[in-house]
């Protein structure tokens, strides 16, 4: 069974960094692309930064030049640096994953990790 699991995300200040990371487990076949999104109190989940399937990598404007994603294929695991954070930048952070594993071709979630960052 794929799972994907977060940690790393917690209470920071304004001007902090907190580096979250995802792990993929199961029998997988190919990652074709992982990225994280977030989700605010009322609002819609968003595309934070991700790999996209072509091997390149997209940010949301609101987080260039102060959030970085990577990756380490071999583990299965992505990450995201973030640096200069915001009280906006608070939200339950969700890695997700294109893969194919043994069920076929799918979209995964894992569970979200809260980042609440103070003023």
């Known amino acids: 069974q794929v799972q994907l699991v977060e940690s790393g995300g917690g209470l920071v200040q304004g001007g902090g960094s907190l580096r979250l990371s995802c792990a993929a487990s199961g029998t997988i076949f190919k990652i074709h692309a992982m990225g994280w999104y977030r989700q605010a109190p009322g609002k819609q989940r968003e595309l934070v930064a991700a790999?996209?399937?072509?091997?390149?990598?997209n940010y949301a404007d609101s987080v260039k030049g102060r959030f970085t994603i990577s990756r380490d294929n071999a583990k299965k695991m992505v990450y995201l640096q973030m640096n200069s954070l915001k009280p906006e930048d608070t939200a339950v952070y969700y890695c997700n994953a294109d893969l194919s594993a043994w069920s076929g071709r799918k979209d995964y979630w894992g569970q979200g990790t809260q980042v609440t960052v103070s003023s």
């Open positions: 790999f996209t399937s072509g091997g390149s990598t």
